[in-house]
């Protein structure tokens, strides 16, 4: 099976003009991800860090990202595809409760050596 990240976004206006019975099945969806072995979090504040050429780490509050929603949370799932796992991550809070969810295929480095950032 393949590992995915997944970063949840929405705002609590969106959740709140969410039918209950919808958000309840989505919790209870989040809650069976977990007993399949999911790891799934809520964000909390983050932290920048830096270390331009090795030379000394710095840290700084506050997102690199930016989005139109805050982020919610983040999560690990396995799914055998991307749409295997688009179809499990259709079903929790961020996505029914008019907030959006990103799906990233996780890449695990196969060697000793670091992964390759790519240019963008």
């Known amino acids: 099976m393949a590992k995915f990240v997944t970063i949840g976004y929405g705002d609590q206006d ?3 003009r969410t039918d209950a019975a919808i958000r309840d099945e989505a919790h209870a969806h989040d809650a069976r991800l977990l007993e399949a072995g999911a790891t799934v979090g809520i ?18 509050s506050g997102s690199f990202l930016s989005s139109a929603l805050p982020v919610a949370g983040f999560a690990i799932i396995e799914a055998a595809t991307l749409e295997e796992a688009v179809q499990l991550v259709s079903k929790t809070p ?3 409760a008019r907030g959006v969810v990103e799906v ?16 963008r």
């Open 94 to 96: 961020c996505a029914v």
């Open 14 to 16: 969106g959740y709140d």
């Open 43 to 60: 964000a909390g504040s983050p932290v920048q860090v830096r270390n331009p050429d090795g030379a000394g780490a710095t840290a700084e």
């Open 104 to 119: 990233w295929p996780l890449q695990e480095p196969s060697g000793p050596a670091a992964p390759h950032v790519p240019a």
